[in-house]
């Protein structure tokens, strides 16, 4: 079992609509919770993170959290061709931990 | 404007070369990472570092090694380049602690020829 999984995609969302990206994590211990977004060529930049239960919102982004069920998510309000990119999710495994364990990511398209 | 910077952008080599691969960060972080991206596999840990002259073995540090001099340089070092090393290196830093996330430097595309 892969220590964070996410559906590779490609997911694909009409422009103005709420794109919906799902993490799981085997580590029950697991900390805290990163998202970050990486467009074709470039490499991966930080847009949230999360280290407690329940939601988090950050402009259009809001990041939910559940540890019972070992799930972590983002959602993009109003979705813009501009979101379209590879989003990956990381997690920081225990407390003190200095890396993070990634997952393979999810391919986002948004259609205008 | 905090930065993570990598020597280059594009880099050709020959196989059986020795390749240096220079990182630099700006930011005083105590913790250095370089990872390898390739199609289909994701993000790979090569090599981190969390002090000075402190090295540790990621995921798949085979034909790599890495050095750490200053807090603020990390250099990886492919000993004898090969074909399958052919790859975008991704250099990363972050400081110590639960809330911090890693900042990446803008990658190195590397082909061994």
């Known amino acids: 079992q892969k220590e964070v999984e996410q559906n590779s995609g490609p997911l694909s969302v009409p422009e103005g609509a709420i794109a919906s990206l799902n993490c799981t994590y085997s580590?029950?211990?697991?900390?805290?919770f990163f998202w970050y977004r990486q467009y074709s060529g470039k490499s991966p930049e930080l847009i949230m993170f999360?280290?407690?239960?329940g939601d988090k919102e950050d402009g259009r982004f809001t990041a939910q959290l559940n540890k019972a069920s070992q799930y972590v998510s983002l959602l993009i309000r109003d979705s813009q061709p501009s979101d379209s990119a590879t989003y990956l999710c990381?997690?920081?495994?225990?407390?003190?931990?200095?890396?993070?364990?990634f997952g393979q990511g999810t391919r986002l398209t948004i259609n205008p | 404007d905090v930065k993570v910077t990598q020597s280059s952008r594009y880099l050709v080599k020959r196989t059986g070369e020795k390749v240096f691969l220079e990182c630099v960060q700006d930011?005083?972080?105590?913790?250095m990472f370089w990872y390898r991206q390739d199609p289909g596999l994701g993000l790979r840990l090569i090599y981190f570092?969390?002090?000075?002259?402190?090295?540790e073995k990621g995921d798949i540090p085979e034909g790599y090694s890495v050095s750490r001099e200053k807090k603020e340089r990390f250099s990886l070092i492919l000993e004898s380049a090969s074909t399958n090393q052919t790859s975008m290196y991704l250099c990363?830093?972050?400081?110590?602690?639960?809330?911090?996330?890693?900042?990446f430097g803008s990658g190195t595309r590397l082909t061994v020829v």
């Open positions: 990363a830093s972050s400081f110590s602690g639960q809330a911090y996330g890693y900042t």
């Open positions: 580590d029950r211990g697991s900390q805290s």
């Open positions: 999360i280290y407690s239960n």
């Open positions: 990381a997690v920081r495994p225990i407390q003190g931990a200095q890396k993070l364990v």
């Open positions: 930011m005083d972080h105590e913790n």
């Open positions: 570092s969390y002090d000075v002259k402190m090295k």
